[in-house]
C-alpha cells in the first residue's frame, strides 16, 4: 500500500511543528492525490476475501487524511479536498495501528479493549475525529458555501448533531475537568481524554462562528463557547508537563486553531459598548473571569514558538493583538461606553466581527502571514 500510517506520524508531527507554511499544505496534498490515487474513498469490494489488516487499515489511513483536510480547511478559511459526499466514509475501528500488523490471541485480547458500539475502553482519538469532521465539513459548508438556504435550521442541525454525538460517548470518554487533571493518570490518556473534549468544544464553537457570521443574532451564547473553549485548552497550556510527548508537540496546534479564534471572540465581546444591540452586559465575576482566561493565553504563549518555527509569526502576532485589546480593556474608562466609534448601524454581527480591523486581529495578518500564502 503506497500510504503507511507510520509515515502518516511522522507527517502529522511534522504539521503540528510547522503547519503554517506552504511545506505543509503540500505534504497534506500529496497525501490526498495518493488517497485517491490508491481508491481508499471507495468502498471495499469482495470484503470477505481480504485480510483483517487490510480492511481497516485503509479505513485509518482514510479517518487520518480526511480529519486533516478537515482541520487545515477550517484554520485556513478554505474548502476541503477530501469530501465526505465523495467518498465512503466508514467509520474505523478504535484501536491503535500495531493491531493491524497482529493475528490469533494478540488481535483477539486488543479487540476485547472495544465495548458493544466499538469505542475503545483503553481510550484512543481517531474514531471521534471522523465524527467531528464530518460535522465540522458541513459547517464549513455553512461558512464558504455560495447560495445556501435556510441557514437557521442547517444550524439547528448542526448543533443537535453535534449535541447527540457528544452524549453518544461512552461516559469514559467524557471525563470531567477536575478529574482529567487527577495525580497518576497516565500521561498519554490524559492528553487523549483532552483531545475528545476539544473535538467537541472547537465544533459547538465553529458552529455558533457560523451562525454569527450568518448574520443569527447569539453573541453571548458563541461568548460562552468561546470561554469554556478557552479554558480548555489553558488546563493543557498550564498542565503540559502532564500530556503525553507527543501532546507537547500538538499543543501549539490546539492553541491556534482553538485558543486564538476563542481568544478572539472574547476580546471583541469585551470591547463592546453596553449599549451595543443584541450584547448582554456581563457581570463582574464573568469579566473577571474572561479577562484572566486571556491572561493565560498571553503569558504562556511563548513557550510554544522559538524563532525559526512555522508557527513563529503566528503567535507573535496573535500575541501583539491580544495584548493590545488587553490594554484596551484594562484601561479606566473616562468617557461613556456608549460613544466608543464602533460600528453600531446594525445589530447583527458584521461579516468580519472576529477580528476586527481596530484589534489588528485582521483573518489575513493573524491567521496566513504573507509568507505563507499558497
Same mark, same amino acid.
Not at 511522522?10 to 503554517?20: A, G, H
Not at 497516565?186 to 467537541?200: A, G, N, S, T, W
Given at each position: ?208 462562528? *457560523?451562525?454569527? =457570521?450568518? !448574520?443569527?443574532? %447569539?453573541?453571548? $451564547? +458563541?461568548? #460562552?463557547?468561546?470561554?469554556? @473553549? ?54 463582574? *465575576?464573568?469579566? =473577571?473571569? !474572561?479577562?484572566? %482566561?486571556?491572561? $493565560? +493565553?498571553? #503569558?504562556?504563549?511563548?513557550? @510554544? ?59 489575513? !495578518? ?9
Amino acid at each position: 500500500m503506497a500510504i503507511k500510517v507510520s509515515s502518516l506520524n511522522n507527517w502529522r508531527q511534522y504539521t503540528y511543528q510547522s503547519f503554517i507554511g506552504f511545506k505543509a499544505w503540500r505534504r497534506l496534498n500529496h497525501a490526498s492525490s495518493a488517497l485517491f490515487a490508491d481508491g481508499l474513498h471507495e468502498t471495499v469490494k469482495e470484503r470477505q476475501k481480504l485480510p483483517f489488516f487490510i480492511i481497516n487499515l485503509r479505513q485509518q489511513i482514510f479517518a487520518r487524511i480526511y480529519g486533516s483536510d478537515i482541520s487545515f480547511a477550517v484554520f485556513l478559511g478554505r474548502p476541503p479536498r477530501v469530501s465526505k459526499r465523495f467518498c465512503f466514509t466508514n467509520m474505523p475501528l478504535d484501536v491503535s495501528e500495531d493491531t493491524y500488523y497482529m493475528t490469533g490471541n494478540d488481535l483477539d485480547q486488543k479487540l476485547q479493549q472495544l465495548d458493544r458500539a466499538g469505542w475503545n475502553i483503553v481510550g484512543l482519538i481517531i474514531r471521534w475525529s471522523m465524527i467531528t469532521s464530518t460535522i465540522l465539513e458541513d459547517t464549513l459548508e455553512t461558512l464558504l458555501g455560495r447560495g445556501i438556504s435556510d441557514i437557521p435550521q442547517r444550524i439547528l442541525e448542526l448543533r443537535s448533531k453535534i449535541s447527540q454525538a457528544w452524549n453518544d460517548l461512552p461516559s469514559f470518554l467524557t471525563v470531567p475537568t477536575h478529574d482529567l487533571w487527577q495525580k497518576g493518570r497516565p500521561c498519554h490518556e490524559v492528553d487523549i481524554l483532552h483531545q475528545i473534549r476539544l473535538f467537541y468544544l472547537h465544533t459547538t464553537f465553529l458552529i455558533e462562528w *457560523a451562525a454569527s =457570521r450568518n !448574520s443569527l443574532d %447569539n453573541a453571548r $451564547v +458563541l461568548f #460562552a463557547n468561546a470561554s469554556e @473553549l478557552l479554558e480548555w485548552v489553558n488546563n493543557a497550556l498550564v498542565r503540559r508537563e502532564q500530556l503525553s510527548d507527543l501532546g507537547l508537540v500538538s499543543l501549539a496546534w490546539r492553541v491556534a486553531s482553538c485558543a486564538l479564534p476563542a481568544a478572539g471572540v472574547i476580546a471583541w465581546y469585551l470591547l463592546q459598548p453596553s449599549s451595543r444591540m443584541g450584547l448582554v452586559k456581563l457581570d463582574p *465575576a464573568s469579566r =473577571r473571569h !474572561s479577562i484572566e %482566561n486571556l491572561s $493565560v +493565553l498571553i #503569558a504562556h504563549m511563548g513557550a @510554544l514558538h522559538d524563532p525559526g518555527d512555522g508557527n513563529y509569526q503566528l503567535f507573535c502576532q496573535a500575541k501583539n493583538a491580544l495584548q493590545s485589546a488587553m490594554d484596551t480593556i484594562l484601561q479606566p474608562s473616562t468617557t461613556d461606553q456608549s460613544q466608543t466609534p464602533l460600528d453600531m448601524s446594525h445589530p447583527a454581527i458584521p461579516p468580519d466581527w472576529l477580528y476586527p480591523d481596530y484589534l489588528g486581529l485582521g483573518v489575513e !495578518s493573524w491567521f496566513v502571514p504573507s509568507s505563507a500564502k499558497v
